[in-house]
Structures are given as structure tokens and as C-alpha cells.
């Protein structure tokens, strides 16, 4: 394109110019005042063929180094090849698994909401619970929402708890339920919202959540127990997080013996990993996993698993 | 949807080098065709506004060769975009802004090896940034200039920021960019940001002229993404090797960038 810019007296004057320079198919693009008349600004498209720009094929990069012992030590966790050799890539395990995933805390400010969901039986209301216990421990009163409808003594489970924790447990059986309990009480404090157990691999199952997610902007978290097969993991997170799930929780590190469903799900997902189940305690059952603690427990050879902590 | 889903994990888990190379976060390339229309403050400053409204940012120095994204803000950097041709991850590449919140990947050498990439290795560059998916956002400052290597990096955005002034020159390449990205990528998300505009209303103004010549010419309708006011501020922030937002936050300029980063990430 080529613009020129045009003064005269008139508009009309300066169109004239501007056609006389520029050709009858001249496109005005704007006038404006100045002191002696106007200023146009008029622009011509010279005709050109440009070819599109094609990608080649990339230059080959050197194979990425690996470390056979930290290898080794994921393939006994049961890490499939393709995720060994992502993060074998040095003898640092921590360092590498702090750079290729996101450890994060949980959405857990004053006006957060938690939608805890998983597969049936991953732990879900009792990581809840724990959830729970750790902010009335630290002075807060969360709102524990019981949107768990299908399930018999599903509510009745998580009502043991937060009778204990004094918190009043609001039962949610549906979706506009669930919206009307957590606009109540919203900015006070954090909301966790324990959910039916699903089919990550089902439609219906992931559209439910989504919309649930959409129309109350809580957060999801998803809740999968350390010892499943480390593909079925990730595929599950990679299922989920199509449905909006951003976290993991990883239940049960303290049982499993082979656990490298929690970075297959963090990378399959993409999923920030947050919390780890570590024993049966309301109060301590639950801690923030650390790329070094993740680590540390990789490189255990499953047989050494480190033994259950009591119950509190 | 899961069948897409599962086909892709197992594929994860079959390729070596990239297990990881799931969609990061949005890639925002910036690019202007002209220099000198604040296109690499811009980008710097947008990716600081996108970190303080708590994303992850990855500004990434794609003005090969003549890159200065890290001595606008006095970064001291050990690694380039170069480490990516080596295999190494973006991740560790990159270097993070003192209390910025976003990380820089320069594209400055020591050697000028990245002054002369041929077109494969660009394609080694693109692949290791598409494998950087740690990061919410990652902002590429594209070079001056309409060369192969500018227009191919235009062309994987997903959404491209044409930057123009109101000078006619700048308005001119601006033009020519938005013409070379519908014949690279038909259908991209291509939106047009005023920089250093006189007013909020010049500024609109200059996006109208564009649009007109746009729509007349190649049946076009960038919208506007944002009017970046013109702000003495900006070049005493450069001088002094400072983030612009972290020197003049309450400035009207970081205003209009603050709105620009929330259009960009809602």
C-alpha cells in the first residue's frame, strides 16, 4: 500500500490531487482540519502476487542426555518410556521435574472455590475433609459444600467430619444447589465442593463438571490416587483437563508403592500439582507436594517404600 | 474428544524428545514491519501486565540478532533462543525478571549465531517454544523488518498484535504485516495496537485508517486491541534499564497496557 497525505483548501480539491497523483481507484482513508484547509490522506494497492510463507522441516536437535539410574528408578514406578526419557534427563530428578512441571498451591484464597472431582473411590471427600481441617486449623471457616447426590452416605460421610470441625456441611444434590451455596457467604472464605465420582473418559460426565465450573468460577481440582497405572493416570488428567481441571491431588502416597501416576498425570494434564495424601489423618494426611518430595519418593525404590505413618 | 485424547498421550509416550510438547499457554507474537514504534517496550511491558494479573509469562526475544528485550530492563542473562537449538528446554533457557514475575528467553548472542538461522532451525526454535508449557502466555517479540523469518514467526501466533504509530511510514508497515499474515495464516487473530498515540481518540483514529485501508484492499477487519498513549516516561524508564511498570505504575501509559493485558487474558 502507499499512502500520501494531500492539503488544499477543500476536501474536494484535495480529492482531485489526490486522484491525479494516485489514480482514479485512489481509496480516501481520512481527512483532517488544518490551519489553512484540509489534509487527506488517500492510499493506492499496487497489484503483487506474494507466495505464503511454507514451513520446512526442522533442523534435527541433539537427543536430550539421559540418565540411566534415574531412569531406571522411573521405570520401577511404572513410567512408560516416552515420560522416562522427559524427565531423565540428569541426575538432578528434582531440578528436572521443578522445570517440566508446575507445583502450585491450591486456589484457596477468601473467595476461592475448590471443585474437587475424580474416578469413584480416588479419595475424593476425604481429601475434602482434610482440606477442611487445615483452614479451620489455620482460623478460617471454609464452606464445605456436599454436591455429592448420587452416592448413598456420601453426604453422611462428609457431615462426620465437619461436625467435628464444627462447620456447618451444606448438602448440594444439584447443580443450581451448588451456584445458590456458594454465592452465599462468597469472599468470606474459601469454598470446597466435593463431587460425584465420574468417568474421565465419559462426555456427559466431563460436560457436567465443566458447566458446574463456569457458572460458579470455582476451580478444578482433580483427585487421583497415587498407585494407578501411570497411563491410565495420564489419560485420565489429559480427560479431565479438557474439562477445565488445572490441579492434582494425589491420594494415598503413603499406600502406593509405585507412583508414577502423579507426574504422568501432571504431564498429561498439564496439571499443577498441589497436595499428596500422606496417611489417614484428618489434620496431617495432607501436605503440599514439593518437586523434592516428589523426587525423593521417585527415586525410593518401590520395595523400600517408607512406612505408613499412624493414624492421628 | 477422548479418543483425541487418548490417541495424543500415547503418542506422548511413544516420541522422544517431546513428551512434553502439549500446547503451552497463548503465544502473542508482536510485530510492527517498521522499527521504532516501541514494539519491544510493548512487549516487555505486556508481559509484565499479563504477570501482575497472575499468569505465567514467557517473553520470549525474537528480534534475532539484533535482540534487546534484556538491555531495556538491565537483565543479565547466561542463556539464548540458540540453547534451544542444542535440545535444551525453554524452561531452562530462560531467565526470570527480579519482582517482575515474567521470564526473559534472549535472543541475543554472544557468537551472532542466531544473526543467520536458516529456515530449519527456525523450525527447531518454534518446536522447543511450543514445548515451553509451563507458562500461561508466551509474548514474542518479533523483529523489524517482513523477512521469511519474521513472517514464519507471525504465522504460528495464536494471536498476532500488529503495532503501528500514527506516523503514514509506520501505518504503511503495519499494513504490509497484517497483508503478509492473512496470505501466511487465512483466518489468524490478528488485532492492532496504537502505540505512543496523542490521545485515546487519535489513536482510535489511526486504527480506523488502518481498518479502512484494510478492508478496502485485502477485505480485512483487525480490530483494535488497544491505544497505548504516548508517555515522556517511557524512554527515562529505558534509559534507566527499569521495567516500565515497575518505575511509573500509576502512569497513563501502564493504564492502557493494564487494559491491553486484560483484554488479552479476561
Redesign the interface.
Known amino acids: 500500500m502507499r499512502i500520501r497525505t494531500f492539503r488544499a483548501r477543500t476536501v474536494a480539491a484535495a480529492m482531485s490531487a489526490a486522484r491525479a497523483e494516485l489514480g482514479p481507484d485512489a481509496l480516501m482513508l481520512g481527512t483532517r482540519r488544518v490551519a489553512d484547509g484540509v489534509e487527506l490522506t488517500a492510499a493506492t494497492e499496487p497489484e503483487e502476487e506474494i507466495a505464503p510463507v511454507v514451513p520446512v522441516a526442522p533442523a534435527p536437535v541433539a537427543a536430550p542426555p539421559r540418565d540411566h539410574a534415574v531412569e531406571q528408578a522411573l521405570a520401577a514406578h511404572g513410567l512408560p518410556e516416552g515420560l522416562r526419557a522427559a524427565l531423565a534427563t540428569g541426575p538432578n530428578l528434582a531440578a528436572r521435574l521443578a522445570e517440566a512441571l508446575r507445583f502450585e498451591d491450591l486456589p484457596l484464597g477468601p473467595s476461592g472455590a475448590l471443585l474437587v472431582v475424580g474416578p469413584p473411590g480416588a479419595g475424593k471427600t476425604l481429601t475434602v475433609a482434610k482440606l477442611a481441617t487445615r483452614l479451620r486449623l489455620a482460623g478460617q471457616t471454609p464452606r464445605v459444600i456436599a454436591a455429592d447426590g448420587r452416592r448413598a452416605g456420601a453426604v453422611e460421610q462428609l457431615a462426620a467430619f465437619t461436625r467435628l470441625l464444627g462447620i456447618d456441611l451444606i448438602a448440594a444434590p444439584h447443580p443450581a444447589t451448588v451456584l445458590r451455596a456458594l454465592a452465599q457467604g462468597r469472599g468470606e472464605a474459601p469454598a470446597l465442593i466435593d463431587t460425584a465420582g465420574l468417568d474421565p473418559f465419559d462426555a456427559a460426565d466431563r460436560e457436567e463438571i465443566a458447566a458446574l465450573a463456569a457458572a460458579s468460577g470455582a476451580a478444578i481440582a482433580l483427585v487421583l490416587p497415587a498407585g494407578m497405572d501411570a497411563m491410565e493416570a495420564a489419560e485420565s488428567a489429559e480427560a479431565m483437563a479438557e474439562a477445565g481441571a488445572r490441579h492434582l491431588l494425589a491420594t494415598r502416597l503413603d499406600l502406593a508403592r509405585r507412583i508414577g501416576a502423579v507426574p504422568a498425570a501432571a504431564i498429561g494434564g498439564a496439571l499443577a500439582i498441589a497436595e499428596g495424601g500422606t496417611g489417614p489423618g484428618a489434620a496431617d494426611g495432607l501436605a503440599p507436594l514439593t518437586a523434592e518430595a516428589l523426587a525423593a519418593r521417585l527415586l525410593t525404590p518401590p520395595s523400600a517404600r517408607p512406612a505408613r505413618a499412624s493414624a492421628a | 474428544?477422548?479418543a483425541r485424547?487418548?490417541a495424543?498421550?500415547?503418542t506422548?509416550?511413544?516420541?522422544?524428545?517431546e513428551?512434553?510438547a502439549?500446547p503451552a499457554g497463548r503465544l502473542i507474537a508482536i510485530a510492527s514491519g517498521k522499527g521504532g514504534v516501541g514494539k519491544t517496550w510493548l512487549a516487555i511491558t505486556l508481559s509484565h501486565a499479563l504477570a501482575q494479573r497472575g499468569g505465567s509469562v514467557l517473553l520470549v526475544d525474537g528480534d534475532l540478532g539484533l535482540a534487546n528485550v534484556d538491555v531495556q530492563i538491565g537483565l543479565a542473562v547466561a542463556h539464548d533462543l540458540s540453547g534451544?537449538?542444542?535440545?535444551e528446554?525453554a524452561?531452562?533457557l530462560a531467565t526470570a525478571v527480579p519482582d517482575a514475575g515474567f521470564s526473559v528467553l534472549a535472543g541475543r548472542s554472544g557468537s551472532g549465531a542466531l544473526a543467520q538461522l536458516?529456515?530449519?532451525?527456525i523450525?527447531?526454535i518454534?518446536?522447543g517454544l511450543a514445548a515451553a508449557?509451563?507458562y500461561d502466555h508466551v509474548v514474542l517479540d518479533i523483529g523489524a523488518g517482513l523477512d521469511?523469518t519474521a513472517?514464519?514467526l507471525a504465522?504460528v501466533a495464536d494471536t498476532l498484535l500488529v503495532v503501528t504509530t500514527e506516523e503514514?511510514t509506520a501505518?504503511?508497515d503495519a499494513?504490509?504485516c497484517l497483508?503478509?499474515a492473512a496470505?501466511?495464516r487465512p483466518g489468524g487473530d490478528r488485532r492492532v495496537v496504537v502505540n505512543m498515540a496523542g490521545t485515546q481518540a487519535t489513536g482510535e483514529?489511526t486504527w480506523?485508517?488502518l481498518r479502512?485501508?484494510a478492508e478496502?484492499?485485502l477485505k480485512l477487519s483487525p480490530p483494535l486491541a488497544g491505544v497505548i498513549r504516548r508517555d515522556v516516561r517511557v524512554s527515562e524508564a529505558i534509559r534507566r534499564q527499569v521495567p516500565f511498570l515497575t518505575r511509573h505504575p500509576a502512569s497513563e501509559a501502564a493504564a492502557d497496557i493494564g487494559r491491553l493485558a486484560a483484554s488479552l487474558a479476561p
Open positions: 474428544m477422548t485424547a487418548t495424543s498421550v500415547a506422548l509416550a511413544a516420541t522422544i524428545p513428551p512434553l502439549r534451544l537449538l542444542k535440545g528446554s524452561e531452562a536458516v529456515p530449519e532451525q523450525e527447531t518454534l518446536a508449557r509451563r521469511r513472517r514464519r504465522s503514514p501505518l504503511t499494513y504490509a497483508k503478509l496470505i501466511d483514529r480506523l485508517t479502512k485501508a478496502n484492499f
